[in-house]
């Protein structure tokens, strides 16, 4: 029986974070335009709370519209995981494009 919960509870999960890497890519262009202007200047510890605050409503509105339009007999995924998983995917994804248009550190020239 172990054997067979295993089995399924690595599915379920699998399933479950790809249909969160599908939803996050739905949603990078929408947190991004929240994020774009002040992120980038950030560290990135700041920026990562400040794309994951921003994204939430995002998010949340992305999954509910995911799981509101599926059959009844389909399976449903769970909406509080399927909302996490998603969000630390758009946050992965929201941060490579921040990093890529973060501004180069030009060293400052002093004289002696």
């Known amino acids: 029986m172990q ?3 295993w089995l399924f509870g690595r599915r379920h999960a699998e399933r479950i974070r790809t249909l969160a890497d ?3 890519r739905e949603c ?3 947190v991004w335009g929240r994020v774009s202007r002040r992120a980038p200047s950030m560290s990135l510890a700041e920026a990562r ?3 994951r605050a921003r994204a939430a409503s995002v ?3 992305a999954v509910r519209r995911e799981l509101g339009g599926r059959d009844e007999h389909v399976w449903q995924p769970d909406p509080s995981l ?6 630390d995917a758009v946050v992965r994804l929201v941060l490579k494009q921040v990093l890529d248009t973060k501004p180069a550190l030009v060293p400052v020239r002093r004289a002696a």
Request: no cysteine.
């Open 22 to 24: 599908q939803l996050a």
């Open 82 to 87: 399927l909302t996490s998983e998603t969000t």
């Open 49 to 51: 709370g400040y794309v």
């Open 59 to 61: 998010v949340q509105a």
């Open 28 to 30: 990078v262009s929408g």
């Open 3 to 5: 054997f067979w919960n």
